[in-house]
């Protein structure tokens, strides 16, 4: 039997030796020698809810009670021994196979018919794909058997993220393909290596209390009970439940078929060996429908689609992962609608004061389809902190700043080319894919800048006149000129009405990035800056100029 608290099936990175295989409460081990560094599963999507289970399981087994406590630990992390004893009484609910309950898989030997282990990967063809012989670019019979180490990630990533899955198939308790965002704190010094794996958890782990010892866990973990199925209006709530099953939410009624053999088989997705293989699965519909959950999971961001609503997950979307994002997903949004998760909540509100050191944020998650996966999204960027609260709050509003005054801008460039390129009488949707890809190439094309920006600005002792938010505008207005240019040039062969549509378009839009008229003044005042001077007192002081 493999249980997941006792035995070694992490696949890490040591800093000096290399690939191994540990038990979860080897994270810490040989800190100051070799520490664990990275997780080391061939998947990204592994390898992201690797961090997140962890994370979860720290959360769950050794929660700091405060801020204090936290950084106690995280200046003196647990030995081996101290997580050994921590996650003792999760044991039972961590056998992924055996005759007991069994890891996120239900109570009862379920009678269904078994279906091939490889769709158990999220991005797996599914039944109409392959009875329709569409399964072009992602084929079947690929994964065939899977070791028990590899099966039980697969498990988890699974049902931590379930997609849409057919009549009674339930998403999971953040809906399907959740956004997952994590800090990776960075060096200290130029001469540090970089965070330990330990670092990079500890850097997520929220406050909380200890799961109970043995009254109660299976309102943490729900399949040491008889599941509760969802036929008829029965949900999950957090108060029905207990609030730390957000990290383990089982919403599909699943069970592992393994195979054992009389000498080790490789797996098809890491090359493992095991002798025992988990070849197929089986389920059966209506497991745990869970509800009210928004805002509980720690890792995701969530947002309100007006005020007084639900909070909901955050979801990854095409066109990936930017400074774009940063309002929701590093600080809340102006009008409170978007609000990052907590725990990058909880960093960013610690940069400055407890914890003054450069971090990245990792945002990754499936960008689902309803139930068809249409890939896995990961991006990475700088978190900047500056050396003291006050510093780090004006480096956050001038961030806000700039965030918000390129989305008018890019407002304006959308429109502009819109205005250019179709009639006044031309029925063009705003988020036609021509006008949409130069409103993200400005993004693109700005992204370098923005961090640049930031790092200058988290250097500075004191603030400036305007904290380089006009140095920010201008080569933001020249991007924008740029881009407009090339998606609605002005040539020779334009006939009458399109050349006078392109050059009213670009007239406005420079006149707006100048900041006059409406649209102006407020891309201006959304920047900080002060009023552009009216264009009569600066013809007066040209003239006066000229003149003297």
């Not at 809906?175 to 060096?187: I, Q």
């Not at 130069?438 to 094309?445: A, F, N, S, T």
């Not at 020779?492 to 009213?504: F, L, Q, Y």
């Amino acid at each position: 039997m493999l249980n997941l608290l006792i035995d070694p099936w992490l696949p890490v990175i040591r800093r000096h030796t290399g690939r191994c295989v540990i038990r979860p409460a080897q994270i810490t081990e040989a800190l100051d020698e070799d520490p664990v560094i990275a997780i080391d599963w061939p998947r990204p999507d592994f390898r992201i809810a690797t961090l997140e289970l962890l994370i979860g399981l720290l959360a769950t087994a050794l929660p700091p009670g405060d801020g204090d406590d936290w950084l106690d630990l995280w200046d003196e992390p647990p030995d081996p021994d101290r997580l050994d004893q921590a996650f003792a009484p999760l044991v039972s609910a961590f056998a992924l196979d055996g005759d007991g309950p069994r890891f996120l898989q239900d109570r009862e030997d379920l009678e269904s018919s078994a279906e091939a282990i490889e769709r158990l990967l999220i991005e797996a063809p599914g039944d109409s794909t392959t009875t329709k012989n569409t399964d072009l670019l992602v084929h079947r019979g690929r994964v065939t058997r899977l070791s028990r180490a590899t099966a039980a990630i697969a498990l988890y990533t699974f049902q931590s993220w379930a997609p849409a899955g057919g009549a009674g198939n339930r998403t999971g308790l953040r809906g399907g393909g959740p956004l997952v965002t994590l800090v990776v704190p960075g060096a200290e010094r130029a001469d540090d290596p970089g965070p330990a794996l330990w670092q990079t958890l500890w850097a997520n782990v929220p406050v909380g209390i200890p799961a109970p010892h043995r009254d109660g866990l299976d309102l943490v973990f729900p399949w040491l009970a008889p599941t509760l199925t969802s036929e008829g209006a029965a949900v999950v709530t957090p108060q029905s439940a207990d609030p730390r099953q957000c990290w383990w939410g089982m919403p599909r009624r699943i069970r592992l078929d393994f195979a054992a053999s009389a000498t080790p088989q490789a797996c098809d997705l890491t090359g493992a060996a095991d002798d025992v293989a988990v070849v197929s699965w089986r389920q059966r519909p209506r497991g745990p429908n869970y509800a009210l959950w928004g805002g509980h999971h720690p890792l995701t961001p969530h947002y309100r689609q007006k005020p007084g609503t639900e909070l909901l997950a955050v979801h990854p979307q095409p066109g990936g992962i930017g400074y774009r994002h940063w309002l929701g997903l590093v600080l809340a949004s102006a009008d409170g609608l978007r609000v990052p998760a907590a725990t990058v909540a909880v960093w960013t509100g610690r940069r400055g004061g407890t914890v003054a050191r450069p971090a990245r944020l990792i945002a990754a998650g499936f960008d689902m389809d309803n139930m068809k996966a249409r890939g896995f999204v990961e991006s990475e960027m700088p978190l900047p902190a500056a050396a003291n609260r006050e510093r780090q709050q004006r480096l956050d509003r001038l961030a806000q700043d700039l965030v918000t005054g390129t989305d008018q801008v890019a407002n304006l460039l959308r429109s502009a080319v819109r205005q250019a390129l179709f009639s006044a009488g031309a029925t063009v949707k705003l988020d036609a894919a021509l006008l949409n890809a130069v409103r993200e190439r400005l993004w693109q094309q700005t992204e370098v800048r923005f961090f640049a920006a930031l790092e200058a600005a988290a250097r500075d002792p004191g603030p400036g006149p305007d904290d380089g938010r006009a140095d920010w505008l201008r080569p933001l207005r020249a991007i924008a000129l740029a881009l407009f240019d090339e998606v609605a040039p002005l040539s020779a062969d334009c006939g009458e009405s399109a050349a006078r549509r392109i050059g009213t378009a670009r007239r406005h839009l420079a006149i707006a990035l100048a900041g006059y008229g409406p649209a102006g003044a407020t891309l201006f005042s959304s920047l900080g800056l002060p009023p552009a001077e009216p264009r009569t007192a600066k013809k007066t002081a040209k003239k006066k100029g000229t003149t003297g």
